[in-house]
């Protein structure tokens, strides 16, 4: 039985010597470690950061930006165009002031206005 | 630079990589394939489904890699671990599996055996013999005898105390030996 055993130890430590992985497994393991850490970058990849992405981020994306783009050009237009009506409606006070001058190169709102007696 | 990490523990490796530090793998897996893959062949007797299995191991210890703290769990026992439970899955799978109270009779007297061993070769030989051997005990004899843990660490991967690591690789052993027994020859080992 001992020498069974003594036979065995001998086949055990062949056995530890035969495992030599592959050159084609270890590029198949590797491959795969380089798969892995290229998905953990992806997925760990910061936002972009400042300038127009931050901004536009910050007021929701590029729909926020577009109301705030018609926002503005509406509010141009009625600055150059709405003073007159909005003097009107005041009786006046801002010509008085000197805050209003008529301009005829946009159209103004005052076509917007209900017509007295019409 | 590899040679640097290269003396580092396994564990800071895996933090390394985590970190994208691509030479850890390489080392990573130069140091544990063969284990795991030693470990995957004698269990299962294929070495191309050995190959697969070392192969899916490795992918989850790269997978785990990025919830590794140094200092904790050794990516070997750890390894070992998901590695003997692949094994016993594709076991049981493919019906080879022997359960704890199954274990078979190894058929010494069947026609045409021993030139078949002569042919295999001596290791072809240790395969068949661990093959009857109940799952636990040929786990517990793999690691202890041929990857040469201490029984603290099989305790740990086969999540069992150690003495029925002691006694599964006591008695794993005696089967072994009399599962060769009678095959001297073809082995190589007849005085």
Redesign the interface.
Known sequence: ?QN??D??????A???D?????PT??A???A???R??RE??YMAAPEPSGGLFSWLTAIGGWRGAGGLIAATVAGVMIGFSAPEAIDEVLGGQLSLLGLVESSTLLPGLDDLLPVEGG | MDAELDELQDDALMVL??N?E?AA??IL??RL??KV??HA??VLGDRTEA?DV??EA??RL??A??DWTSGGAKPSTWLYTVTANLSVDRLRRSGRSVGLDESVEPEDDRPGAEEQLVQKG??D??DRALATLPERQRQAVVLR????LANPEIAEVLDISIEAVESLTARG?RN???A??GQ?EA?G?AK
Not at chain 1, 7 to 12: E, S, T
Not at chain 1, 18 to 22: D, F, G, L, T, V
Not at chain 2, 145 to 148: S, T
Request: charged share 30%; aromatic share 6%.
């Open positions: 039985m069974d055993l036979d065995l130890d001998a086949l055990f062949e056995a530890r035969e495992a030599k992985p592959s497994l270890s198949r393991v590797l795969d470690a380089d892995v850490l953990s970058e | 990589f985590a994208g691509r793998a390489r897996t130069a394939l063969p893959l030693s062949s004698r190959e070392a192969q490795m992918l790269w997978t890699a990025k001596r290791m030989a240790l005898h041929i990857e040469g052993k072994l030996a009399n060769l027994a001297k082995l080992y």
